[in-house]
C-alpha cells in the first residue's frame, strides 16, 4: 500500500535525528600542527580559586505544528513538542503523526539546537533540528524556525526565580527529500513510487502552563521531556518506534525417566502401570 511506504519514509527520517548532534551546532575545524614541547619550567605555587556556583535557568516549552505545503510520496509528521533550556543549547523534540487514524509519536532526546541571534535593534531564537548529506542515497532533513524575543516572563523554579524574555512564536519551514534511485534494487519501494520530497511551515508556540509546571518540578530539559512524554501518552499517542523481537530460548532437553521404585516388602513396582 502506498500510505504503509508514505510512513516508512517518515521513519527513514528519523535516523537523521535520534544519529546526529544538532546540526546547527556542530562545527568542522582543521587539525592543527603539533607544537614541539618545550623543557617544563619550574611549578609554581597553585592559586586557589572558589568554583562559580551553576545558576538555574529553566526551560521553554514550545507546541510545535507543520502544516504541508508542497511535496509527494512522504507522510510528514503533523506536531508535537519541543522542550529548550531557556538560554540556549541542547533541547529535545516529541514528534506526533496521524497514521491512519492510529496516532504515534516518536521520541527525539538531545537533538534540538535552541540559540540566541540579533540584529542591530532586534533579538532572535532559533530553533534547528536535520542532518544528511547531499549527493547520496542518504536522506536529508532540515527543520528550522526563529521568532524575535519580546515577551516577558517570569520562571519559577525549586528555590529560585528568573524574570526574563521568550519568543513567543516561532516561523519556518522543514524540508526533506531523498533520492531512492541510488538504493539498492531490492531496497526500493514496491508500490511503484520512487523518491521523495516535503515542504512544510514550521510552527511552534510558547505553552506557558506547560512551561510553568515544567519549570516548578525542576526546570530541565530532562524533566520537561518525561513530563510532555507524558502527556501525548494520554492524549492516546503510542510510540512508532519498532521494538527489536527477543531470541528466544532453546528448549530444554527432557531429563530421561526415572525407574519406578521396588517396593521391599512384596519386589512389585509400587507404581504398577
Not at 528550522?144 to 528568573?162: C, D, M, R, S, W
Not at 531496497?187 to 512551561?211: C, H, N, Y
Request: overall charge negative; hydrophobic content about 35%.
Amino acid at each position: 500500500m502506498k500510505i504503509f511506504s508514505h510512513c516508512l519514509r517518515r521513519l527513514v527520517l528519523l535516523a537523521l535525528l535520534g544519529a546526529c548532534v544538532p546540526f546547527a551546532q556542530a562545527q568542522t575545524t582543521t587539525p592543527t600542527t603539533p607544537v614541539t614541547p618545550t623543557t617544563p619550567t619550574t611549578p609554581t605555587t597553585p592559586v586557589t580559586t572558589t568554583p562559580t556556583a551553576t545558576t538555574a535557568t529553566g526551560v521553554f516549552i514550545y507546541e510545535l505544528k507543520f502544516e504541508h505545503v508542497e511535496g509527494f510520496n512522504v507522510d510528514f509528521w503533523g506536531g508535537g513538542y519541543v522542550i529548550v533550556p531557556s538560554l540556549g543549547g541542547t533541547g529535545s523534540a516529541i514528534l506526533t503523526a496521524n497514521d491512519g487514524g492510529s496516532r504515534v509519536y516518536n521520541e527525539q532526546a538531545n537533538t534540538v539546537a535552541f540559540y540566541a541571534a540579533k540584529t542591530d535593534d532586534k533579538r532572535y531564537s532559533i530553533v534547528a533540528m536535520g542532518g544528511g548529506t547531499a549527493g547520496g542515497s542518504d536522506p536529508m532533513l532540515s527543520m528550522q524556525a526563529f521568532g524575535e524575543v519580546k515577551h516577558p516572563l517570569q520562571i519559577n523554579g525549586p528555590g529560585y526565580t528568573l524574570r526574563v524574555k521568550a519568543a513567543k512564536t516561532l516561523h519556518g519551514m522543514a524540508q526533506a527529500s531523498r533520492d531512492e534511485s541510488k538504493l539498492a534494487a531490492t531496497a526500493q519501494p514496491t508500490d511503484g513510487t520512487l523518491s521523495f520530497i516535503e515542504f512544510a511551515e514550521m510552527k511552534l508556540v510558547l505553552d506557558e502552563d506547560e512551561t510553568a509546571k515544567a519549570n516548578k518540578n525542576g526546570g530541565t530539559v530532562t524533566s520537561g521531556f518525561a513530563q510532555m512524554l507524558l502527556r501525548v501518552k494520554q492524549q492516546g499517542y503510542v510510540s512508532d518506534t519498532p521494538t527489536t523481537p527477543t531470541t528466544p530460548t532453546t528448549p530444554t532437553t527432557p531429563t530421561t525417566p526415572t525407574t519406578p521404585p521396588i517396593d521391599p516388602g512384596t519386589g512389585t513396582d509400587v507404581n504398577p502401570p
